[in-house]
């Protein structure tokens, strides 16, 4: 215990100077703890405190996080290197704010989950640790703190996954999503230790953690890469750890859904970036052969997505399981972005989270909207919903087109700026992965089209057998998934106003 | 804001005026439609009238153009790629002028023949209006990129339009037809993409997506993936053909050219009589459009290398289409395999890369334009009065609706050729300049413009026989004296849509000089471009 005596100021020092970063994390503590105190005692009629104050804490850490944007040109490292507070990083915390703020919502008026008997205050008390875990996640630059943020996101989710386990179907998504987890999660722990034993460090941007990985034999390094990008990538579903989503997917309650195909996703991204980024610059400094190729199996990785994903979307029946095969297929898209590794790649990246991620939730709430109402869950049931949910099924056609990538909306100019950083990179290496990324891309686009218009081709074009006596009321949710779908629109004509 | 944005974004404000309407006043939506097309009609008018062709030769100079309009519209910063400048761009010339006259005369006429829609009336004119834009749009966008948005908005109105109202198989037939031309419109993508990074802006010096920059091989970035200078290869094909193949796919698809066709005859029989009339009336344009004004100017050197391929593509859609014309017993199918093999002219004369053969594609386009309207409206007509249009359930027409006949008979005589009509203009320009290729530049025997003869012939066996089968002898009908009692002749709605084609097919055949004049410079500059190579 004594060596640790002389250094012990300095590491005191250390956390005192990295608080005043740490403050929008710190406002999630608290609303974490006060959430809990006042759901247990003063919960008012439907939690409503919890979700005010909810709510409140996020904006306000938001808040702390667009004043953190003008200050951090650069990037500042706190706590020893294991936390980096750089411009994509809070990029990524505002979109998960807004993600989680639109969940938060998404939950309050959702009537199943309303009227579960459990009551909604714990549901809402996770939202302050799961975003807290995905702003982690975002800032993560030490293995231990990629371990601990991926671990909060992860425990946060499988607590959602099963909250309202009134079937078979839901719990066994909750156990399948939590075992696979697990497993994943374990599966990466060793691979971290494996650099860790390579190399004596765990901060990935120590100069050291490269130099000594570059001494290994190849093989032996590439080992524990792929061991620690199974754990990424059982948070971003890409092939071939996709195989638990679409279940868990259709399983859990739709705003749950919703989350997970947005906030978690987004959050895989970002560690996938801050866990590339020492090998990057390696690359680019040193004339060596490169540690790890990264291109030829990330490229793999995406090929397959995308084909995977929009394949077996058309075969889906259940709106929950096209989305979440159609998410993968996303994830490859954007995996691509990834793969480019540039400035652009990454902006090209971020505008397509964004778009993402608001036609995600946006078309997971007028599909659970539909639920509640109709009780309809299957694609082929959506016959003739056209003349009973107008403005919502109208929104959903347009929602649909950006996620398919029709022009003039955001997610036609998210594929053009992914595709450009792609040609741009292409005309540079002129690398044979570019230009099958590009094709396969253009491909399972078209691919794409045909199960996402299966649901106009039902709603409007084709007549319903029985006549809908329910009464369809517009609410909360009706309006959200219009201004979302109007943002939508917005930034597809005038992209400028993002970037 | 100039002419050319009011005339361009004037349907899609009516659209939404009609969007946000109360239900209520439903009978009045489509006075509003027509109040907007009226306008449209005489703004394009007005523009005709004014147009100095001989000044404003257009193609690769912006000075060239008339009703230009620039400005900046989507600028990012894209640090290391530069900026991604995209410019609210457009303009007119010889080239694209006649087709603004063409839509809004067409949509005019289609506006006539929507009074049959009875269902969803609110859908229906806003995604007509948002078509309608979408189509202006394409003909006068000159940076690439909003010719590319432009030209994608057009799919989502049309994939609804037939698939809501349209017939029996319309569920299968919208779905086709979006599937192909996203296919083809996706790479289409690509290109752009790629032509982006190889060209500069001589102005700014920023990449830019201006058609007028790409036409020209000094604003190509060296080494740059389409500089024809670098001689790029993928897959082992020059980079600039690969290029041209993929944008000539993606509006060959459009055109339609066999055998990337078989959408055409579904889209058009499934879908209701408006929409066939923009489709056969209109949309077949955007595809010649599209070759002329991308295709042969951007990759002028690739256009005049296959050249060849094009001719034979030409030829094989004429007597193919015509083929199977003889052979189809429902007459809007008859229809639109009649469109294929006379959209085959267009191909053949733009193959041939002579002021005659490319003139003619122009005229065929236009003209066909009208006269497909008309063709489509009148077997709108015979459908909407006792719901079906099989050639063999009808003898005798003639006796109980004489207005009617009269009017097929213009337009069938029209189709084939008759001289007098413009489509024999067109079709003899586009020969003649197949004709004079091989002695001019060599690039298309003779043999091809002997072919494309048989084609008018051809088309002459079809339209005669069905004329005969269904309109000569005694009146004998399939439902019998119900229907002698619906087929009641044209009313006059009906009458004042089809005497404005008529009008136009015949003031075109007797004046050509009319069109020709507009867009000769343009055409001659065209060419000049090629040549340059």
Redesign the interface.
Known sequence: MNEFTSILPELIKNIITGMPHFLPEIVLIITFIVVILVDLFYPGKKSVHTYVLVLTGIVVSAFFTIIQYQSSINGISVFNDSLKIDRIGIIFKLLFSAVVILYAIFIKGNIRMQNHNKGIGDLYMLLPAALLGLNLMAMASSLLMVYISIEMVSLASYLMVGYVSDGEKQSEAAMKYALFGGVCSAIMLYGMSLLYAFTGTLSLSDPQFMIRLAEMPQSVAAIAIILVLVGIGFKLAFVPLHFWSPDVYEGAPIPVTAFLSTGPKMAGFAVLIRFMEPFHIASNTSQGTPVFDFVAILSVIAIGSMIVGNFAAIWQNNMKRMLAYSSIGHTGLILMAIIVNSNDGIKAMLFYLMMYSIANMAAFMIAGKIEEQTGIINISSYKGLGKVFPLEMVCFVIILMSLTGLPPLAGFMGKVLIFSAAIESYSATNSIWMLSLLIVAALTTVVSLFYYFKIPLNAFLRQSDEIFIVKVKRDTLSYISLILTLLLILWGIMPGLLI | MSLLSILIFLPLFAGLIIVVLPSSVREGYKYIALAAVIVQVLISAYIYLHFNGEVFTGIADQNKYQLVERLPW????????GK?QIDYFLGLDGLSMPFMLLTSVVMLVALLASWEIKINLKGYFALFLLLDTAILGVFSALDFFLF??FY??M??PL??LI??WGGVR??YA??KF??YT??GS??M??VI??L??SVTDPATGYHTFNMLSMMDAKNYVEG??FSALAHNE?FGVSARLLGFIVLFIAFAIKVPIVPLHTWLPDAHVEAPTPVSIILAGILLKVGGYGILRVCVSIFPEAAIQSAWWLGLIGIVSIIYGALNALAQTDLKRLVAYSSISHMGFVLLGIASITPEGISGAMMQMISHGFLSSMLFFLVGIIYTRVHDREIPHFRGLALIMPKFSAFIMIAFFASLGLPGFSAFIAEAFSLIGAFNSESINGLLPRWMAVCGTLGILLSACYFLWTLQRMFFGETRLFGGEKWKIQLTDVNAREVTALCILTAFALVLGIMPSLAFDKMNASVLELIRLVNLK
């Open positions: 989507i600028s990012l910063n894209l640090g290391a790629m991604l590319y948005i994608e908005l799919l989502m994939y609804f698939g809501i319309r569920e919208a779905i979006f599937l996203l296919f996706v790479f993508l690509l993409i790629g982006y990074f740059s993936i993928l």
